[in-house]
């Protein structure tokens, strides 16, 4: 199939859409047809608010899910609705098998999409055409070098910089995601913003959340309101235009009045988006997490191996799955540590 967009051929679907199936589908009626699966647990770069100091206890390389189980146990959520895959980590690409795991997924006739912190894509641009992945989130959290380096604990401003406007010159959709945090980078909310006066990009803002070991602490939320008063400060009121809010969205998006691009923000601590959530995670060694906020996961590479149904247990883990952040309905429960102590750390997680 030719594809107008990234003017390549992309691989023909071979699997048919189903509607999302009751084992999809929560106690509270949401129906999940999104999954993110996290490709690896390491990471080229160290985000203070995403790996711990110290690092993490890696998994065992033979307890990781192997390129066909990840494909594998991908097919049954497809089959049950799944239509949308997002691949992140720990960092993606650094996996050696990407290339495969990527045309392999193609094959799952799924919109597919990545997030990654960039300093790798320039390796992995024709796959991403051959393949037809469009959807290409990046982590930029300061478009200053040396805060780049203090945040990411690597001097690799250059390169992200560069291969992000090498995606967007190539035609992907990109989306720039900021983790914003007080006395690091709100300074510069303004300077990312401006970023979308003559790119094509999508620069979103994300609250910082709490996750074991990232030393968050409520003091350094950047809240909605307060990217909102910077951005009319600068910009002015009357040049604020909100955007339609996507499906299930994430992010509240709004755009600079004669801005090519456009921004969002991403407040899943100050204003969450539980009732429109459609997403389950998948980490590297095969565990559902049926909220990004919760500690309980289900095994499902175990039971896969063991040649068992995982339709089963995929459903009891969305049946426990509850109404808002893991059952932290209010601010202060979320800003509990010890609530978050016995979850993973985002990197281990998959974001
Ligand atoms: N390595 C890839 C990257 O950085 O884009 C993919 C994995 S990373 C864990 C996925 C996303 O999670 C990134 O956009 C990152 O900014 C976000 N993230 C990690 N820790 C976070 C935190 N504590 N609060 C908010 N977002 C976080
Ligand atoms: Fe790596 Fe992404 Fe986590 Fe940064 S946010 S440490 S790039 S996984």
Not at 36 to 48: A, D, M, V, Y
Not at 81 to 86: E, F
Not at 238 to 248: G, S
Request: one cysteine or more; a neutral charge; glycine letters at 6%.
């Amino acid at each position: 199939m030719y594809c107008m967009f990234l003017k390549s051929y992309v691989a023909p679907n071979t699997t048919l859409m189903t509607k999302v199936t009751p084992i999809l589908t929560d106690t509270h009626g949401r129906t999940h047809n999104y999954l993110r699966i996290s490709l690896s647990e390491k990471c080229n770069l160290r985000c203070t608010y995403c790996m711990p100091h110290d690092g993490i206890e890696l998994t065992p390389s033979e307890d990781l899910m192997t390129a066909d189980e990840i494909i594998s146990i991908a097919r049954v959520f497809v089959e049950n609705g799944v239509d949308k895959i997002r691949l992140t980590g720990g960092e993606p690409l650094v996996r050696k098998d990407f290339s495969y795991i990527l045309e392999e997924l193609s094959k799952l006739g799924v919109r597919f999409s990545i997030t990654t912190n960039a300093l790798l894509t320039h390796r992995f641009i024709d796959d991403f055409k051959r393949f037809g992945l469009q959807d290409i989130n990046v982590s930029l959290d300061s478009l200053n070098a040396e805060k780049f380096k203090f945040i990411t604990r690597r001097d690799q401003y250059k390169k992200a910089f560069e291969n992000i406007n090498q995606l967007i010159a190539e035609g992907f959709h990109v989306k720039v995601n900021a983790v914003l945090m007080k006395g690091f980078n709100e300074d510069e909310i303004v300077d990312f913003i401006k970023l979308t006066k003559d790119r094509d990009l999508n620069v979103r803002f994300i609250e910082f959340m709490p996750f074991d070991g990232n030393e968050w602490n409520k003091n350094k939320l950047v809240s909605q309101a307060e990217i909102l008063n910077r951005v009319n400060d600068h910009f002015g009121i009357e040049a604020l235009q909100p955007l339609v809010n996507e499906k299930n969205f994430t992010a509240r998006n709004f755009k600079i009045k004669g801005f090519k691009g456009s921004f969002g923000i991403i407040s899943s601590v100050t204003n969450p988006f539980c009732d429109s959530c459609n997403r389950i995670r998948l980490t590297a060694n095969g565990r559902l997490k049926n909220c990004l906020f919760s500690n309980a996961e289900t095994d499902l590479l175990t039971p896969f191996r063991a040649g068992e149904n995982l339709e089963q247990l995929i459903d009891k883990a969305l049946n426990k799955k509850e109404a808002v952040r893991a059952g932290m309905t209010d601010f202060d429960q979320l800003t509990n540590p010890d609530l978050h102590n016995n979850n993973r750390s985002m990197i281990a997680i998959g974001g």
